[in-house]
């Protein structure tokens, strides 16, 4: 079992930035990617970006070129530089960790609220 932890939510105008970070602690051994997934009111979970700690970035075509995921192995963290923000990225952001970047993600943060004014 993973635990985890996201901070750095909040509210920000159209155009702003924001920079979310997940902490892991637990088993972490196990994992080898860690990603973050956002979910809009009334939508389904999707797939942000994710990272492999033996190597890789991958993005959703939604936020190439405005997002940068970025992790620290020996500290179990992750991060989400999130910049140019328009107010359809508003959503709760997950983070979450599993044994491979494409899934299934066994371990989830309980979110934290991103929202971006027009």
């Known amino acids: 079992q993973v635990d985890l932890v996201e901070s750095g939510g909040g509210l920000v105008q159209a155009g702003g930035s924001l920079r979310l970070s997940c902490a892991a602690s637990?088993?972490?051994?196990?994992?080898?990617?860690m990603a973050w997934f956002r979910q809009a009111p009334g939508k389904e979970r999707k797939f942000v970006a994710a990272?492999?700690?033996?190597?890789?970035?991958y993005y959703a075509d939604s936020i190439k070129g405005r997002f940068t995921i970025s992790g620290d192995n020996a500290k179990n963290t992750v991060s989400l530089q999130m910049n140019s923000l328009k107010p359809e990225d508003t959503a709760v952001y997950y983070c979450?960790?599993?044994?491979?970047?494409?899934?299934?993600?066994?371990?989830w943060g309980q979110g934290t609220q991103v929202t971006v004014s027009s």
């Open positions: 637990g088993r972490t051994s196990s994992t080898d990617a």
């Open positions: 990272i492999r700690w033996s190597g890789g970035t």
């Open positions: 979450a960790a599993g044994s491979s970047w494409l899934g299934p993600f066994g371990s």
